[in-house]
């Protein structure tokens, strides 16, 4: 059983290539997503815009039967073109400057079963059945998974010797975005691949941990699991970029300030700091209270450093502050807490809060690709919103039918 296997993808022809693909949906707002289904006749929104259209009460069924006539209507009238023969898709994705490598390729739900494609995240159960729903009545997926391994040098220099050649296709999304695509095909290049993986022991999730449950969900109902798969983007960890997701509270859990600073310090020590940039370089995380940066870290007799879980900052955060002083139990539905992932959003939680709409922000410092690869390895799970993952990737650029 290998980790990854050839497969033809579906795409975009070239008339309409630089139109096609989209953000992942959620990362619209319903305005965004209005005026794209109005103006662009030929985005990837319009295959699925039975499941994002809050306006039509239809059950799962009936949404996803719709996408499938939908994406049917798109490969008829020659929109979408099914390659031919089975192939690696090696990628070069350059987004706001930064350059990222990889393949993409049919991953192996066998190895994931086997705990040889590594987790680092639980998953909600009633998210990785309406999926397995959809994939059930589609039979096809246009989000690849993203997959790290560790850097490797054969790998590398494969994906450099086809990257010499003209590419197969050059999607320009923007001036901050390009995909350049190769298609290969050929068996000796194929099995060049698939030997260089063969030193690969393992390989981690890094964004798609639902998507991979619901594939595996699926194949053991169809009795599929030594044989199918999922797509998956591949690129070795050295490009993988984290950055966190920061939290801010709307309010202190009818504590004073005075008070919820002096349960804080019966663990932590407390610094304050005249700016978010001070509060960076000290030990621990960042907090906005009441006009005031502070410094916050877990006081060392208090640290578990046996765990790679434990010494995490968003570990800390959940377990010692949010949970036991701000009474937030569950930090997937407290309606109270909020995530902010942008690049500037400690200086917009900085604005929320003196405009009193919330209490307390947290700045956390972003999880290691060696602090995500231990977690995984122990087979641990992060908080939620633990991470936030580049590369993004968009949805139909490569499709995978099963």
Request: proline content about 4%; charged content about 25%.
């Amino acid at each position: 059983m290998t980790f990854i296997k050839p497969f033809c993808a579906v795409r975009p022809n070239k008339r309409i290539s630089n139109n096609f693909s989209s953000q992942s949906f959620e990362l619209y707002n319903p305005k965004e997503i209005e005026n794209i289904l109005k103006t662009n006749r030929h985005s990837f929104l319009q295959i699925i815009k039975a499941n994002i259209n809050p306006r039509k009460k239809l059950s799962n069924s009936k949404r996803f039967e719709n996408v499938k006539k939908n994406y049917a209507q798109f490969k008829s009238s020659g929109l979408l073109i099914k390659d031919q023969k089975p192939g690696f898709y090696i990628q070069k994705l350059n987004l706001n400057g930064k350059i990222y490598n990889g393949i993409i390729a049919e991953a192996s739900i066998g190895k994931y079963k086997l705990g040889q494609i590594k987790k680092h995240e639980n998953t909600l159960k009633s998210r990785v059945l309406v999926f397995k729903k959809y994939l059930k009545e589609t039979r096809f997926n246009a989000d690849a998974v993203l997959l790290i391994y560790r850097d490797q040098r054969a790998i590398s220099d494969l994906i450099k010797a086809v990257q010499k050649q003209p590419p197969t296709s050059v999607i320009t999304i923007s001036e901050n975005e390009v995909q350049k695509l190769w298609y290969v095909a050929e068996d000796f290049q194929i099995k060049k691949i698939m030997n260089a993986f063969e030193s690969v022991h393992s390989l981690y999730i890094a964004d798609g941990h639902h998507r991979t449950a619901s594939s595996m969900l699926l194949s053991d109902e169809e009795n599929k699991t030594q044989t199918a798969g999922f797509m998956a983007f591949l690129i070795p960890e050295s490009e993988l970029l984290v950055e966190a997701y920061n939290r801010i509270v709307t309010n202190l859990n009818g504590l004073s300030v005075e008070s919820f600073l002096n349960r804080l310090r019966l663990k932590f020590n407390i610094l304050p700091c005249k700016s978010y940039d001070l509060c960076q370089k000290n030990n621990g995380f960042c907090m906005y209270l009441k006009g005031q940066f502070y410094s916050v870290s877990l006081q060392e007799n208090f640290i578990n450093r046996a765990s790679p879980l434990q010494v995490l900052d968003v570990s800390i955060l959940q377990e010692e502050i949010l949970k036991p002083i701000l009474g937030i139990k569950n930090t997937r539905t407290d309606k109270r807490l909020h995530y902010v992932s942008k690049n500037d959003n400690m200086r917009w939680i900085k604005n929320e809060i003196d405009r009193q709409n919330y209490a307390v922000g947290f700045g956390l410092k972003p999880v290691t690709v060696n602090q995500l690869k231990a977690i995984a390895d122990a087979a641990m799970a992060m908080p939620p919103k633990s991470t936030y993952i580049y590369p993004k990737l968009r949805s139909g650029s490569t499709i995978y039918e099963f």
